[in-house]
């Protein structure tokens, strides 16, 4: 693209070539003139490349912060579940700790890990999870129909729940894996 303050400069130029001797000061003073106006428009340029130039540096500098910023709250929120679930971890290793000859040990086993469950759930709920309903009719955004039986109950609905589903906040982390009732099967109906 050629500069429109150079195009000037240059036709004024090409008639002072071949101009009368008369005209060198009217032609020299609109020469200087564009010549001032080009060098302005020059150093405006040069202004403009600078700041474009600085805002693009700025730019690329918040981009990374951002990026370490995200990697710090990563790294927080993970030592932060981390910490909370350590004392869970203990009170698994005492449950496999206790002495299977003893004559209560199983029922002191049984209660060990169901404490761990509670409180392992309990660290759960706080972070935010969830258990899918798994009540009523099947819905598709949240369940998964691994089977269809027929059943007595409404078809659609939720016979069984193979394994539960959970929701973290708004999202589901995993649908829960259920029986879906299919309509009854009429006694008959394969017999001619």
Known sequence: ???????????VQEPVDHASASQPVR????RSALEER???????????LNDLKRVAAEFENYRKRIAREQE??????????????LPIVDDLERALEVDAKAPSAEGKLEDGVRLVHRQLASVLEREGLA???T???????????????????EEGSVVEVLQKGYRLGD????????????AKEEAGAGDD
């Open 1 to 11: 693209m050629m500069d429109p303050a150079r195009e000037q400069l240059d036709e």
């Open 27 to 30: 032609d020299s003073n609109a």
């Open 38 to 48: 080009l060098a302005a428009a020059e150093a405006e340029a040069e202004g403009h």
């Open 72 to 85: 710090s709250l990563s790294a927080r929120a993970a030592e932060r579940l981390v910490k909370e679930l």
């Open 131 to 133: 258990e899918i309903e």
């Open 135 to 153: 009540n009523g009719k099947f819905d598709p955004h949240v369940h998964e129909a691994l089977l269809s039986q027929p059943s007595d109950a």
């Open 171 to 182: 999202r589901v982390l995993r649908p829960a894996r259920v029986v879906v009732a299919a």
